[in-house]
T-cell receptor
Framework: NAGVTQTPKFRVLKTGQSMTLLCAQD?????MYWYRQDPGMGLRLIHY???????AKGEVPDGYNVSRLKKQNFLLGLESAAPSQTSVYFC?????????????FGQGTRLTVV | TQLLEQSPQFLSIQEGENLTVYCNSS?????LQWYRQEPGEGPVLLVT?????EVKKLKRLTFQFGDARKDSSLHITAAQPGDTGLYLC??????????FGTGTKLQVIP
């Protein structure tokens, strides 16, 4: 059982480049999330989805876009990368609202923007 | 933005020692979760507490939710090297409103 899988695991981008991070879950979860983790800041929610075809903004959505065309996949896009987007990105999924149930996390994507 | 302060930020102890990690906020939470994160991995849920004053035990780990549901503590008895990791608390204040703490990095030296 793979759980939550993120692709790629590492990436270096130049300022202004674009990229897409892919998250796939095989647990049939309705809810999916994208977080970024920075030292001393904890995990901050970028965007989330409560079901196929729906997305919503989290705490720090600027500079990111997302899509949930299939229930099992949640894509995070950076249209024009900036050094401030250097971070470790985590995808997570859950059966219900994440405050009331366990969220399962992927292994993370370490992104460096130079 | 709400803030969940964790203390201490870093903790390095010898195997066999006891320790307590604190998670504090000015907000009242409907529930609070503790996660552990190992290097290169995502966080993994340890426990969820929902009732003020609630105490839950997971082997050598004891979790307590404050009476006013604004704070929580994690106590580890006789720490082992396998306890090494980043401990994160996460408090919920409503639907999809979950704030993660700043984290406590624990190192247990054999």
């Amino acid at each position: 059982n793979a759980g939550v899988t993120q692709t790629p695991k590492f990436r270096v981008l130049k300022t202004g480049q674009s990229m897409t991070l892919l998250c796939a879950q095989d647990m049939n979860h309705e809810y999916m999330y994208w977080y970024r983790q920075d030292p001393g800041m904890g995990l901050r929610l970028i965007h989330y989805s409560v079901g196929e075809g729906t997305t919503a903004k989290g705490e720090v959505p600027d500079g990111y876009n997302v899509s949930r065309l299939k229930k099992q996949n949640f894509l995070l896009g950076l249209e024009s990368a900036a050094p401030s987007q250097t971070s470790v990105y985590f995808c997570a999924s859950s059966t219900r609202d994440r405050g009331s149930t366990e969220a399962f996390f992927g292994q993370g994507t370490r992104l460096t923007v130079v | 933005t709400q803030l969940l302060e964790q203390s201490p930020q870093f903790l390095s102890i010898q195997e066999g020692e006891n320790l307590t990690v604190y998670c504090n906020s000015s907000s009242v939470f409907s529930s609070l979760q503790w996660y552990r994160q190992e290097p290169g991995e995502g966080p993994v849920l340890l426990v969820t507490v929902v009732t003020g004053g609630e105490v839950k035990k997971l082997k050598r780990l004891t979790f307590q939710f404050g009476d006013a549901r604004k704070d929580s503590s994690l106590h580890i008895t006789a720490a082992q090297p396998g306890d090494t990791g980043l401990y994160l608390c996460a408090g919920a204040t409503g639907y999809q409103k979950v704030t993660f703490g700043t984290g406590t990095k624990l190192q247990v030296i054999p």
